[in-house]
């Protein structure tokens, strides 16, 4: 398949790269930058796949450059950097990476959570600058029999219930709809379900409805107990109100992995210490992101071979 | 019981200085600007003992008490009393077990995942601005890995069961084999460290148990194995630690305890795979109070002669 041209649209993980370098025509849209317009204008035409990632995917504008373009495949299970629509439009195929990916943003979910509530980051940084000498630290809070709330109760919102559950958490959750086989409780507001809960975890896809559905109510029902941790993305939560909340302590604490602008990450919260913030490393461990890229590629070698798609996104 | 002098042996606890305070004649011993004369002057007055991890009862403070009847340790771990003489005495002992075994598994699990997925070292990295210029590295994946625990007791098994939910097979090593437990058991600490990816300390200190993570456990943990101690310094041969971690040849650990607290090796601040918290296991307002309220619900069933909440000797 060394003729199929598949543009990249940003680097994302170098085994992915040089696999899809051994397999394919593969050109780097961020090594063509000063010459993108001529690129697009040489080159379009012969593009049939573009992998993306949740930093760049496939917006309207790349779709309409790429007139034979066949498949988005990308190295992530969000979606929202995708037009879905016009990919249906024009039927262009899109895959992502659901499954393998869910236990460690799952983890980096509980991990984030026991970081807040027990302050494992400041007493880690309290002992590596060797203020331990000098007295200890305050308490912390109790994470385990503590109310959780889940935004989303997919794949990734189970797996989060699932592992609450063994620290004797409370779990309740919102969701478009009620989920049938579940025993846990469905709030269908997500202002009663943050007013119920002390940890409110969103763990929603980002589309039209769910766009800052963290905000300033849901913050206020949760409360200056209240924990919100994200990662889910950005812009499920409206961050100035997330900001000026953490900052006033009308919120108890926030661990977050995703940001509405990446990789900027408001500056004023660099000095709160109630708060947790990580680098959109969800999903970021050697295992995983393997398995994203092998994921990528079987989706890749099985379109071009007429065979069915591994993952598809309907 | 205003009359009852008891003897605090470290701040440990505003609250818990305020209720002995209220409720007995608290001596505070890290006030007192000669111990041994103090001792001298108030033997006769002391009739407890309330202690903790880092300070409790040795032989020479039970030997200076003539009127010692019952040590109530602030803590589950009973290595800083003399058992044997408080025994041979017939000096009461309490701890607090149970109240505090949730949060200590909790951060067992909380130092595996921080230690894993470089949960400080990323916030640190955010928190200088360095996202900006890339992307951190990619770390280590915890669901699946295969976790071994040192004592399966009350703590040893909360961290099974959390442990479990992240599809983390389990093995442990305690001194007899538990025929009614599900988990793989091994005969040996060497074997079960030869045999997990994380080796989590979750045992008493003892005689037996003093630096029973040495250098050949730490060879057979390897350059991957990941060492969690929620349970006391000693357990660890420390210098062994230390020189594992910076040559590499140990991949990582999560202590919460030292040999010499508040002390920590120096050479430890700098590793990227080390998360170090001082001793605070139990550090939390509401299992503290629990705690407390439990050594209190010990004096008062003593000295009103009803039986005791959770004695140990």
Known sequence: MNNISVLMTCPMLEYLEKQLESRFNLFKMWNLSSSKPDFFKNHSGSIKAVVGDTTVGADSNMIDSLPNLEIVAS????????????????????????????????DLGIGLALAVMRKICVCDQFVKSGNWINGDLGLASKFSGKSVGIV?????????????????????????????N?????????????????????ACALTEETRHIVNRKVIDALGPKGILINIGRGACVDEPELVSALLEGRLGGAGIDVFENEPNVPEELFAVENVVLV???????????????????????????????????? | MESIGVLLACPMNSYLEQQLDKRFKLYRFWTVPDKSSFLASHKDSIQAVVGNAAAGADAELIEALPKLEIVASFSVGLDKIDLTKCKE???????????????????????????LRKLCESDRYVRSGKWKRGDYVLTTKFTGKKVGIIGLGRIGMAIAKRAEAFSCPISYYSRTEKPEIKYKYYPSVV?????????????????????IINREVINAMGPKGVLINIGRGPHVDEPELVSALVERRLGGAGLDVFE??????????????????????????ETRQAMADLVIGNLEAHFQKKPLLTPVV
């Open chain 1, 75 to 106: 190295y992530s299970v969000g979606l929202d950097k995708i037009d879905l629509e016009k990919c249906k439009d024009k039927g262009i195929k899109v895959t992502n990476t659901p499954d393998v990916l869910t236990n460690d943003v799952a």
């Open chain 1, 152 to 180: 989303g109760l997919g794949r990734i919102g189970s797996a989060i219930a699932k592992r609450s559950e063994a620290f004797n958490c409370h779990i309740s959750y919102h969701s478009r709809s009620e989920k049938p």
């Open chain 1, 182 to 202: 579940t025993n846990y409780k469905y709030y269908s507001n997500i202002v009663d379900l943050a007013a119920n809960c002390q940890i409110l975890i969103v």
């Open chain 1, 279 to 314: 680098p959109h490393v969800g999903s970021d461990t050697e295992e995983t992101s393997k398995a994203m890229a092998d994921l990528v590629i079987s989706n890749l070698e099985a379109h071009f071979k007429g065979e069915p798609l591994l993952t598809p996104v309907t």
């Open chain 2, 89 to 115: 005495k017939g000096i009461r002992v309490t701890n607090t077990p149970d109240v505090l075994t949730e949060d200590v598994a909790d951060l067992a699990i909380g130092l595996m995942l921080a230690v």
């Open chain 2, 191 to 211: 074997e079960l460290a030869a045999h997990c990816d994380i080796l989590v300390v979750a045992c008493p200190l003892t005689k037996e148990t003093h630096h």
């Open chain 2, 260 to 285: 010499n607290e508040p002390y920590v090796p120096e050479e430890l601040f700098g590793l990227d795979n080390v998360v170090l918290l001082p001793h605070v296991g139990s550090g939390t307002v």
